[in-house]
């Protein structure tokens, strides 16, 4: 293990300060200068990350003849990417166009602002509108990606405009596509090497501290803070460094400090490493953050397991579409089963926080019918796992929750009146026909499953432009040298992102920066 | 499928003859005594134990003082493991759900060994990061 | 006493003649039960015979050098204990066909006693200057001589308490498990592959089981690939 310098050191206390001083001037005074330090090897391109944008930005930068080193703190490649289901909303795409429906810009930009809040940097997601296509082209034909060939829906999406790939996992593209990087021997992919530090040669980046032979600890209740290990080297960038490091869902300190009501209880269905690290070595080289409060949740996962885990499309689908979701304590409803994430996740932290460690979980509940309208793989794959209970009586269900058991009768009544009747007068939730079927809560054997939000996606980062440079907020111009990618990026999605779009962004904004460094 | 033979066919071949290619010949300068204290310490796996194997096995060429012995990577393992791909083959039947530890739908032959496998302390399973509830039904624990 | 020319020519051309006719079909009938065929005669063994065939052992090598599978699994020290070993297995095993239950055992566990059922001295019938050479790599001679040193003692190795797939390409607990799963979540996934193993070695000769043809028959009709 390497000893800490006083650099070191001053760096961990400003990690934290930074992240409170947000806005202020930083005046560089603290960072690294290239002529302190003696570099082990040389690149042109660095880029921080090994998921869809850095492994695009590779894959660019190679094809320009540029050597190219990705560094990856992890042990596995990919991130998030790899664990994601493969989904990318590409607008005017082959298949969107073979179903013969007609995408525009006004469309997909006026998508993306209704559930971005108008908070959305819209000469970004006009870039991506522009691109997509001409990214899944690339990784169709020039990759080999293999998609189902359909367009599919997404949620959030008006029109259908989503590919999806065959395997169903992120990892379709990131395994082709590593494939044709570590292929070329003009790129290097370093895994378990941890990024620290930009080197800056005046106002410009040209290398990165980093350190090899890392192994990240996700016993540490910081691993950016506390993990020492490694053995530290100099990189340097000719042409400059891509950062394309990914959220900061992991990041239980720096998420809390955001979002103070994101208790240290509340999961999220990132990968462990992501860690807001490499998003505060921007800040402290005079990156602009923006959006950082914006978190993204999912209100369908299931406490009682990790990461999305089995009962989330069953809880989405079946329970809340065609079912009730019940606060245990009272044994009463609290919600609109059918409104957005937000407001859904907002209402269930406040049940939550009934119980003595915020652990009031709701429990979801339907019948046998609004299973059997769903693909069933839905609940069976719950039920097998025991995230998902099977139910003779609403009353052993009750027993089981520990659900006093009259009111909860009689809100199983009530609703199953309100469905009779098309209307939903406590809470507004859609039940006409159209929307459920017919569907109520009465035909045997009952399905539940408890649900807690998760932290699915980081709409904040730092700006870009749409170069894919990375604006400083001292000169409010490109930091030279500096380019980003993807979810360490702010702005494009601006406070909620739509579904699908994440990959969107990640392939457009990598390509670019690819080409442009 | 003579594609499919021939390559097995090698595979096996180098398992069986090459038996890893660390070129490493043995220079520890003095024998390290396996006290019991040392064996209570530097737990081996139990199929490890029965091979009956000492420190220096694995640790060659790092000294004689195990408080400094250090991670003998990927290389040290496959050494006598072969490779990922062979690793996998043998777990092949996994394949159907995707699930094989060592060729996963994520991340293909392609994990550092201490991802999952540790030597002195109780293995994990980087599957049950995602997939707590499913590993049980998938596979057995981690050796 | 003086035996006389005749009676010794006598004596010999008799013990040959009954030789003959002893030796002979012993020879052959020790011969022809030491085949894998003759091993797959019981279906049960089809997943070991299986994963053999795909193995360097079954003759696959550029030299064509074929172990059968009493070579590996039948002491090769002395004849006596040989054709005893031989005798018993083939008593046990054939009752246990015939009047026992083989499809409940549990191979998959039984793989662990590995060392009880391949015996080195029928490894280093063939492979006899394993243990001397400096021809294969340093690991390998490190091993070997691991294994020499430990010879004798209670921590006693055999070969394949280190070489685990030896023999079946290892993919003999894959076969196992296409035949009757370990979890059961796997139960009704495995058998296209195990239909696939079955069609691969049988060819022309393979007959489904009742269970088999079934799936085929369905799987027809739903063109594969469908999505």
Not at chain 1, 280 to 292: E, F, Q, R, W
Not at chain 2, 87 to 113: E, I, W
Not at chain 3, 91 to 97: N, T
Not at chain 3, 117 to 126: A, E, Q
Request: glycine share 8%; proline share 4%.
């Amino acid at each position: 293990m390497e000893k800490m310098s006083r650099r070191d050191l001053l760096k961990m206390s400003m990690v934290g300060a930074s992240a409170l001083a947000l806005g202020s001037i930083n005046s560089n005074a603290d960072t690294i200068k290239s002529n302190e330090v003696k570099f082990d090897e040389e690149y042109d391109v660095v880029i921080i990350g090994t998921g869809f944008a850095g492994s695009m930005a590779a894959l660019q930068a190679l094809k320009r003849g540029l050597k190219v080193a990705l560094i990856e703190k992890m042990g596995r490649a990919g991130g998030n990417s790899v664990i994601n289901v493969g989904n990318m909303a590409v607008p005017n795409n082959a298949f969107q166009k073979a179903e013969g429906i007609k995408d525009s810009k006004e469309l997909f930009i006026a998508d993306c602002l209704k559930d971005g809040v108008n908070l959305n940097h819209v000469d970004l997601l006009s870039v991506i509108y522009d691109r997509a296509n001409e990214a899944f082209e690339y990784l169709k034909s020039t990759v080999g990606v293999e998609f189902v060939p359909k367009c599919i829906s997404a949620s959030g999406h008006s029109i259908k405009r989503a590919v999806q790939v065959k395997v169903a996992s992120g990892s379709g593209y990131i395994q082709p596509m590593h494939k044709m990087i570590e292929a070329n021997p003009n790129a290097i992919i370093k895994k378990r090497t941890k990024f620290d530090e930009f080197v800056m040669e005046g106002d410009r980046v040209v290398g990165i501290k980093c350190r090899e032979n890392y192994k990240f600890d996700s016993s540490l209740a910081s691993d950016d803070l506390e993990n020492t290990g490694g053995d530290v080297k100099y990189i340097k960038a000719k042409n400059g460094v891509i950062l394309a490091a990914g959220g900061f869902s992991s990041d239980k300190w720096f998420r809390a400090q955001q979002v103070p009501y994101l208790k240290t209880n509340i999961e999220t269905v990132s990968q462990p490493g992501a860690t807001a690290g490499a998003l505060l070595a921007a800040m402290d080289v005079g990156a602009n953050p923006l959006l950082l409060s914006w978190i993204q949740l999912n209100p369908y996962t299931n406490p009682t397991e990790k990461g999305f885990g089995t009962s989330a499309v069953f809880t989405n689908h079946c329970s809340n579409d065609y079912g009730l979701s019940i606060n245990p304590k009272t044994g009463k409803r609290f919600m609109n089963e059918h409104a957005g994430r937000k407001i859904k996740c907002d209402a269930i932290f406040k049940v939550m926080a009934e119980g003595a460690n915020n652990d009031n979980y709701p429990v979801n509940i339907c019948d046998q019918a609004a299973v059997d309208l769903n693909n069933p793989l839905y609940t069976s794959k719950g039920v097998e796992s025991g995230s998902i209970k099977k139910f003779n009586t609403l009353e052993e269900l009750a027993k089981a929750y520990n659900i006093p058991v009259e009111p909860f009768l009689k809100t199983v009544s009530d609703f199953n009146g309100y469905v009779k009747a098309e209307k939903d007068p406590e809470f507004g939730k859609p039940l006409k026909q159209a929307d459920v079927h017919g569907i109520d809560v009465s035909k045997p054997p009952f399905y539940a499953s408890l649900s807690t939000p998760k932290i699915l996606y980081c709409m904040g980062g730092i700006q870009i432009n749409e170069k894919a440079q990375v604006i400083s907020r001292k000169t409010q111009k490109p930091i030279a040298g500096l380019y980003a990618a993807g979810e360490v990026t702010g702005g494009i999605q601006g406070g909620g992102r739509l579904g699908t779009m994440s990959m969107s962004d990640c392939m457009v904004f990598g390509m670019i920066a690819g080409e442009n460094i | 499928m003579k594609r499919l033979a021939l390559l097995l066919l090698s595979l096996v071949t180098c398992f069986s003859f090459v038996f890893g290619d660390t070129k490493s010949a043995e220079t520890n300068s003095t024998k390290i005594v396996m006290s019991d204290e040392l064996k209570a310490k530097y737990k081996l796996k139990p199929h490890h134990e029965h091979l009956a194997f000492d420190c220096i096995d694995c640790h060659a060429n790092q000294g004689d003082d195990p408080s400094k012995f250090k991670n003998i990577k990927d290389e040290g393992c496959l050494s006598c493991h072969g490779t990922k791909k062979l690793l996998a083959q043998r777990l092949k039947f996994m394949d159907t759900l995707k699930a094989n530890p060592h060729n996963s739908v994520h991340d293909g032959p392609t994990l550092y060994c201490d991802e999952c496998h540790f030597e002195h302390k109780p293995s994990i399973n980087m599957c049950s990061e995602c997939h707590e509830h499913e590993v049980p039904q998938w596979m057995g624990v981690t050796p | 006493m003086k035996i006389s020319k005749k009676l010794l020519a006598l004596i010999v051309v008799i013990s040959g003649i009954v030789g003959f006719f002893v030796v002979l079909p012993v020879h052959y009938v020790l011969e022809e039960t030491s085949t894998d065929r003759f091993c797959g005669v019981c279906h049960e063994m089809d997943p070991m015979v299986i994963s053999y065939q795909k193995d360097i052992h079954a003759g696959s090598g550029a030299i064509g050098v074929k172990a059968k599978c009493v070579d590996c699994h039948l002491p090769h020290d002395n004849l006596a204990k040989y054709v005893y070993q031989k005798a018993v297995n083939g008593i046990v095993e054939g009752y246990i066909h015939f009047f026992g239950d083989p499809d409940s055992i549990n191979w998959v566990a039984n793989l662990k006693n590995k060392e009880h059922y391949v015996f080195d001295n029928g490894c280093m019938s063939c492979h006899t200057n394993i243990l001397d050479t400096t021809a294969s790599s340093q690991q390998a001679q490190k091993m070997h001589a691991h294994y020499v040193k430990l010879q004798g003692s209670d921590k006693e190795l055999k070969c394949v308490s280190c070489h685990v797939g030896v023999g079946h390409a290892h993919d003999m607990r894959n076969q196992l498990e296409y035949w009757k799963p370990s979890y059961k979540i796997y139960e009704n996934k495995m058998l296209e592959q195990k239909i696939k193993s079955k069609q691969e070695f049988f060819k022309d000769e393979y007959e489904p089981t009742k269970q088999e043809r079934e799936f085929l028959e369905k799987n027809v009709k739903k063109p594969a690939n469908s999505h």
